[in-house]
């Protein structure tokens, strides 16, 4: 060891040499902590999408057809498959009825959470062949009234 190197090691305080050896972990921990949740979702979520162009593109040079993959993630506290994948190839196309449907609960979830205690939603089609008006309505009671069979087609069954 040269001389200029061990009178520096005997000017430092052996306090000072322990402390900087074990001050990098903390260090290195410190620029972990820095991301956020919501910084840390969104970078997962990114390499989760990256990750699936992979996945999709070795899917399809063993399928006849390439599939569009979703992801569905649900946090882990209130889920009992927090992450799970869906063929939107393989997706059914929602009917008009279905549609409708899901637009009305929509509505109906928009009014309950504008504070709204309960929530009667109404669709009612006007001037159908001969003078007849349709309607569908989801009562307050979460129960679809749906007598005169609006928005269903012959042979539809929703």
Partial sequence: MSISRRLF????PPAMAVS????????AE???????PVERVNRLAEEL????DDWMADLSTRASKPALWQAHVFPASHHNLPVMFENMN????KTPHE???WHMRELERLALGDGAET????????HYKGGETRSLQIHHTKQLID???MFRHAGVVA
């Fill in 9 to 12: 090691l005997r000017s430092v």
């Fill in 20 to 27: 900087a050896v074990v001050a990098t972990p903390f260090v």
């Fill in 30 to 36: 410190a620029v972990e902590q820095k991301e956020s």
């Fill in 49 to 52: 999408s990256h990750a699936m």
């Fill in 90 to 93: 393989a997706r059914r196309p």
């Fill in 99 to 101: 549609q409708a449907i």
């Fill in 119 to 126: 929530a009667v939603i109404f669709a009612c089609g006007l």
């Fill in 147 to 149: 007598r005169d069979g």
